[in-house]
């Protein structure tokens, strides 16, 4: 790394195996983010669905995203493991390969990390999405009950 290089604040770690139907959603909300001073760490634990190349054109594209292929599969705990090691921010965020962000969501949740430096995590409020097969099954206003209460 040279000297000018600017290290991120934030590492957005992707642990990937065969979700390519959903990837380039997921890193272009995060690309898309209206905070700037990331990094993206892919850990790619053997995929074969071309989740491999399409990771492979976003690292050749932009500076921001990082790409590591595992010689072999490990098991996802691991790969979550080695995606957290080989980042190189004070902050880190763990993303799941078939997830996506709503452009503020990085801005929004390092705020309080920034404000209060002895602060360890920053936690959103989860909103279910519920399509109509799945609101038969299940009660959103429960889930949302107990989602609103607070971590002590």
């Given at each position: 790394?040279?000297?000018?290089?600017?290290?991120?604040?934030?590492?957005?770690?992707?642990?990937?195996?065969?979700?390519?139907?959903?990837?380039?959603?997921?890193?272009?909300?995060?690309?898309?983010?209206?905070?700037?001073?990331?990094?993206?760490?892919?850990?790619?634990?053997?995929?074969?669905?071309?989740?491999?190349?399409?990771?492979?054109?976003?690292?050749?594209?932009?500076?921001?995203?990082?790409?590591?292929?595992?010689?072999?599969?490990?098991?996802?705990?691991?790969n979550f493991r080695h995606s957290l090691l080989l980042a190189r921010g004070k902050i880190l965020k763990l993303q799941c390969a078939d997830d996506y962000?709503?452009?503020?969501?990085?801005?929004?949740?390092?705020?309080?990390?920034?404000?209060?430096?002895?602060?360890?995590?920053?936690?959103?409020?989860?909103?279910?999405?519920?399509?109509?097969?799945?609101?038969?099954?299940?009660?959103?206003?429960?889930?949302?009950?107990?989602?609103?209460?607070?971590?002590?």
């Open positions: 790394m040279s000297t000018t290089e600017k290290l991120p604040l934030i590492s957005i770690c992707i642990p990937l195996f065969n979700k390519v139907e959903f990837f380039r959603q997921t890193v272009e909300s995060i690309l898309s983010q209206t905070y700037e001073n990331f990094e993206i760490v892919i850990s790619d634990n053997g995929s074969s669905d071309g989740s491999s190349e399409l990771a492979l054109e976003y690292a050749s594209a932009d500076v921001r995203v990082k790409y590591y292929h595992l010689s072999q599969t490990i098991s996802a705990g691991e962000l709503e452009p503020d969501f990085i801005s929004t949740m390092v705020q309080p990390l920034l404000k209060s430096p002895e602060t360890d995590f920053s936690v959103c409020t989860v909103k279910p999405v519920f399509d109509d097969e799945a609101s038969q099954i299940l009660n959103p206003s429960l889930i949302e009950q107990h989602l609103a209460v607070p971590l002590k």
